[in-house]
């Protein structure tokens, strides 16, 4: 089982910048993608970024150009760096972890989630 922790989440004014972390502890054979997602009130959750462990990303178009997707595979953690924050970044974000797990001689798949943490832009 992995366990994700997020942190880094909080009040700011629209304009500034934060950095959500997440780092991921327990055992499993393989962390693949890791990524953020993020929910607003009332509506789904939606991917935000996402990084695979060789480095590629992909990101929401609405966040293009203003965040930053990064990773450090020796402390299995990612990291998000939010610039140009508007009002609409508003939510709670989640951390996700693909993962691959082993039982015996059989691999599985399975998706890791952090509790979530709370980033509110004021406008």
């Known amino acids: 089982q992995v366990q994700l922790v997020e942190s880094g989440g909080g009040l700011v004014q629209a304009g500034g910048s934060l950095r959500l972390s997440c780092a991921a502890s327990g055992s499993i054979f393989s962390i693949n993608a890791m990524g953020w997602y993020r929910q607003a009130p009332g509506k789904q959750r939606e991917l935000v970024a996402r990084?695979?462990?060789?480095?590629?990303?992909n990101y929401a178009d609405s966040v293009k150009g203003r965040f930053a997707i990064s990773r450090d595979n020796a402390k299995n953690a990612v990291y998000l760096q939010m610039n140009s924050l508007i009002h609409e970044d508003t939510a709670v974000y989640f951390c996700?972890?693909?993962?691959?797990?082993?039982?015996?001689?059989?691999?599985?798949?399975?998706?890791?989630w952090g509790q979530g943490t709370q980033v509110t832009v004021s406008s």
């Open positions: 996700n972890a693909d993962c691959t797990g082993k039982r015996g001689v059989a691999y599985y798949s399975v998706a890791f």
């Open positions: 990084i695979t462990s060789g480095g590629s990303t």
